[in-house]
Each structure stands twice: as structure tokens, then as C-alpha cells.
């Protein structure tokens, strides 16, 4: 299939309201812009690395977990909270009483994302 014929879905009644349903993307891909043959190859460059890195890891997983905290850190921090990635790391009883709101919510996004991460079928060991 040609990338520029791919219609991404269709949006559908349903009852009251209308719904989004997306297309397979499970085809044979074809393209004519060679840009598209230079990004291709550039990300596939860049994922060579990161797997290149994933051997000088120590331990993958203490890794990935430490790179979910921070996220969770920085993303909720764009609603406000004020937690740092040492303090997300903490028990709930070593988090002083007036931040432990904040705490929590970046702890809800750090298990969210854990329980993304096992469905992927990776699985940090800190959750």
C-alpha cells in the first residue's frame, strides 16, 4: 500500500455520538519520497545505539524505572505538582504531610506507566 493512499480511520455514529476507528496498519508499505528512505534509516541508526547502550547498562531495568520516575516527575509537574524524582522515590511515610498529594499523583502516573510497560511485555522491577 502506498503511504499517501492510508487513510488513518473513519469516524462513526454511534448512538448519540460519534466514534474514531482506526485502520489496520498491518500492510506492505511503499513510498516514493527517498526523504522517507533517509528518516527510516536514520531512526534505525538511532535505535542501534540504544540497544548498543542497553549492553553497557548494569541493569536495564533499574534504567527504565528511573527514566518512568523522571517523566512522571516532569509531566506532572505541568499540572502543578511540585515532587522531585528523589522524593517520588520515597515511601509514602518519608514524604513530608503537605506534599504527599503531589506525591501521590506523580506515584498514580509512575504505576500507570509500569502497567503500560508490562503489557508491552517489559517489566521494570521497581513499581
Not at 517523566?71 to 509514602?92: D, H, K, P, Q
Request: hydrophobic letters at 30%.
Amino acid at each position: 500500500m502506498d503511504i499517501k493512499d492510508f487513510i488513518s480511520g473513519t469516524y462513526q455514529q454511534q448512538y448519540q455520538y460519534k466514534s474514531f476507528s482506526p485502520s489496520k496498519i498491518n500492510h506492505e508499505w511503499t513510498w516514493a519520497d527517498p526523504k522517507l528512505n533517509t528518516l527510516l534509516s536514520e531512526a534505525n541508526y538511532k535505535l542501534g545505539e540504544l540497544n548498543a547502550f542497553s549492553l553497557y547498562a548494569p541493569d536495564v531495568d533499574f534504567f527504565i524505572a528511573m527514566h518512568v520516575a523522571k517523566e512522571a516527575t516532569s509531566s506532572s509537574r505541568i499540572e502543578g505538582t511540585r515532587t522531585e524524582v528523589e522524593e517520588a522515590l520515597f515511601n509514602e511515610s518519608d514524604v513530608e504531610p503537605e506534599k504527599r498529594d503531589d506525591w501521590k499523583e506523580v506515584r498514580n502516573y509512575i504505576k500507570a506507566m509500569n502497567s503500560s510497560i508490562q503489557k508491552l511485555g517489559g517489566c521494570p522491577k521497581y513499581s
